[in-house]
């Protein structure tokens, strides 16, 4: 490599290290895998926790706020029903933005692990929330939540940046899209513990239906239900702890912000099995490029990368409005439309299995596929493409269940609407729920890559909050007569599918702010690679840019 100046001027074309080419390069290996599961662990946890509290949310209304009334089961009241559903996604919301920039600052390694055991004790703790008054266990459920989700926030960041950090460049997006696609498999996981649990308590201890006898539908033992279903999730966060340990930092990091070629080389022998030279000489000639250590906050970052910030916010808010609504919530969407029986024609007990059953439907025959054919076809057909079709295909299937929502209700259509709300799953997953994890995790640079996905996924869970505090009230009837106590009219099921169609549209125009990462190194995506624009040299270096300058050749 040669560098050229004129007039004190000096032009870099940027070095590129032997590990980093090497990770680019390398083969698919048993360490590719390894990262998989370890990281996609934290996302499997991840999924299981924020889900699994949908499926016992009208368990917890039958049993702490039981209110005698022959025709309605008790359920939560709306404001403690939106906190038990949406706390712990304020605190993954915050977790995203204080892990994101924490992992830049300290390291990737070094604040992986405290993301899973703030995992591993909240679930735990959410398990064991008591109180003497239903709202005091409630609040104590919602405190554990809160914290919860504050852990699970700090995975996303760091898991997207180390797995495209430790991945080729061939087949980095199918390496970062499985991590996420454990998130299916901790839905899936959250129903089927859900079923197995509430069966066992079904047949061991019998309790009549809520309209034969109210009181006795909800049997005492049914208090211990939803607690071992939200305990399971510390499972695999403590199965996984001691090997997340085990993982050297990245060596993207170490040499490029922590700019220790030798610790990196070191660390990367020790995963690839392949000795490399310490290249310190090769990371202080980078040193001198100054126009590559902007901030998050200058103009440099706002003229390369800020189009491509407000896009991966902007898309990811507008896909979680609609998806986190439509998981949180479709056990009303299935009651509306008779798939799931009349609450008070099912116990306690018996209403957790039905509604288990409906969603692990869903996300077997969905969510799950539609995760690996994005995996399968992301390093093909490319992020931006399958973004661009998932929302396209998201907005359509929406629509299409909306406007005749009501002719839905008919028996003879409902397997018909199953079909299509699943559609909607399955492309969000073969789509923009899959893409928004993986195109921030390589847009940008090394030091601002932990940061920038945090505020990404950020902006996401502000559009679950939305989406999970809102359509609670918005999906009300407009008839007073059949609002569920405690709650105004809204404006009913069939708006508020039409404004997540709308949602999903407004993604599908702001994909068009990206770029296509596919095939491409990190450092090229990011500019980290190319070759620098005039800049002033550095008076400590002695060069004064009167005479080219020769260093050894890559």
């Known amino acids: 490599?040669?560098?050229?100046?004129?007039?004190?001027?000096?032009?870099?074309?940027?070095?590129?290290?032997?590990?980093?080419?090497?990770?680019?390069?390398?083969?698919?290996?048993?360490?590719?895998?390894?990262?998989?599961?370890?990281?996609?662990?934290?996302f499997f946890t991840d999924a299981y926790d924020l889900f699994s509290i949908s499926i016992v949310t009208k368990l917890l209304g039958r049993i702490y706020y039981y209110d005698a009334n022959p025709d309605r089961p008790g359920v939560l009241p709306p404001n403690v029903s939106a906190a038990v559903?949406?706390?712990?996604?304020?605190?993954?919301?915050?977790?995203?933005?204080?892990?994101?920039?924490?992992?830049?600052?300290?390291?990737?390694?070094?604040?992986?692990?405290?993301?899973?055991?703030?995992?591993?004790?909240?679930?735990?703790?959410?398990?064991?929330?008591?109180?003497r008054t239903p709202k005091g266990a409630m609040a104590v459920l919602c405190f554990f939540r809160f914290w919860l989700g504050f852990g699970i926030g700090g995975d996303y960041p760091l898991s997207a940046t180390i797995m495209s950090e430790y991945a080729n460049k061939k087949?980095?997006?199918?390496?970062?899209?499985?991590?996420?696609?454990?998130?299916?498999?901790?839905?899936?996981?959250s129903g089927i513990v859900a079923i197995i649990v509430s069966a066992a308590f079904r047949n061991q201890y019998w309790a009549p239906a809520y309209e034969v006898d109210p009181v006795a539908s909800t049997v005492p033992q049914a208090d211990y239900v939803w607690r071992i279903i939200l305990m399971f999730g510390a499972a695999p966060a403590a199965l996984t702890y001691y090997w997340r340990m085990q993982m050297p930092e990245t060596a993207r990091y170490t040499a490029l912000v922590a700019r220790d070629a030798k610790q990196a080389a070191m660390d990367m022998s020790r995963v690839l099995h392949v000795e490399f030279e310490n290249e310190?000489?090769?990371?202080?000639?980078?040193?001198?490029?100054?126009?590559?250590?902007?901030?998050l906050f200058s103009r440099e970052f706002a003229k390369r990368h800020g189009l491509h910030l407000l896009g991966t916010t902007s898309t990811w808010f507008f896909l979680d409005v609609a998806f986190y609504s439509q998981n949180l919530f479709q056990k009303d969407i299935f009651s509306d439309i008779g798939w799931i029986p009349a609450d008070k024609t099912m116990n306690a007990v018996e209403e957790v299995y039905r509604i288990a059953r409906a969603q692990t439907l869903i996300t077997l025959c969905s969510t799950v596929p539609g995760y690996w054919f994005a995996i399968a076809f992301i390093d093909i057909?490319?992020?931006?493409?399958?973004?661009?079709?998932g929302?396209?295909?998201?907005?359509?299937?929406?629509?299409?269940?909306?406007?005749?929502?009501?002719?839905?209700?008919q028996p003879t259509h409902r397997i018909s609407f199953v079909v299509m709300y699943a559609f909607t799953f399955f492309f969000a997953n073969f789509g923009p729920n899959t893409t928004t994890f993986v195109i921030p995790a390589e847009i940008f640079p090394a030091r601002l890559r932990s940061t920038c996905h945090g505020i990404s996924a950020a902006a996401g869970k502000a559009g679950a909050m939305i989406g999970a505090f809102g359509f609670l009230y918005a999906?009300?009837?407009?008839?007073?007569?059949?609002?569920?106590?405690?709650?105004?009219?809204?404006?009913?099921?069939?708006?508020?599918?039409?404004?997540?169609?709308?949602?999903?549209?407004?993604?599908?125009?702001?994909?068009?702010?990206?770029?296509?990462?596919?095939?491409?190194?990190?450092?090229?995506?990011?500019?980290e690679a190319e070759p620098a624009g005039q800049q002033d040299c550095d008076p400590e270096s002695g060069y004064t840019g009167s005479e080219p300058v020769q260093t050894e050749p890559l």
């Open 1 to 42: 490599m040669t560098l050229q100046g004129t007039k004190g001027n000096v032009r870099i074309a940027m070095v590129e290290l032997q590990v980093l080419n090497a990770l680019d390069v390398a083969k698919t290996q048993w360490y590719h895998f390894t990262a998989i599961i370890i990281a996609g662990m934290g």
């Open 85 to 131: 559903n949406g706390v712990a996604l304020s605190g993954t919301f915050a977790g995203q933005l204080f892990f994101g920039w924490l992992g830049d600052k300290m390291g990737r390694k070094k604040v992986y692990g405290l993301t899973l055991m703030l995992m591993f004790v909240c679930s735990m703790a959410s398990g064991l929330s008591f109180g």
């Open 171 to 189: 087949t980095r997006g199918a390496f970062i899209a499985a991590v996420f696609a454990m998130q299916g498999l901790g839905i899936l996981a």
């Open 280 to 295: 310190q000489d090769k990371l202080d000639v980078m040193a001198v490029e100054r126009s590559l250590n902007y901030g």
């Open 381 to 389: 057909i490319g992020r931006f493409t399958i973004q661009l079709m």
């Open 391 to 409: 929302f396209l295909f998201m907005t359509g299937f929406m629509f299409a269940l909306a406007i005749p929502y009501y002719s839905w209700h």
């Open 475 to 527: 999906a009300q009837s407009k008839d007073p007569a059949h609002v569920d106590p405690g709650y105004r009219p809204g404006i009913g099921v069939r708006n508020a599918l039409i404004v997540l169609g709308v949602s999903n549209a407004l993604g599908f125009l702001f994909t068009f702010l990206l770029p296509e990462s596919k095939g491409k190194s990190l450092e090229e995506i990011t500019g």
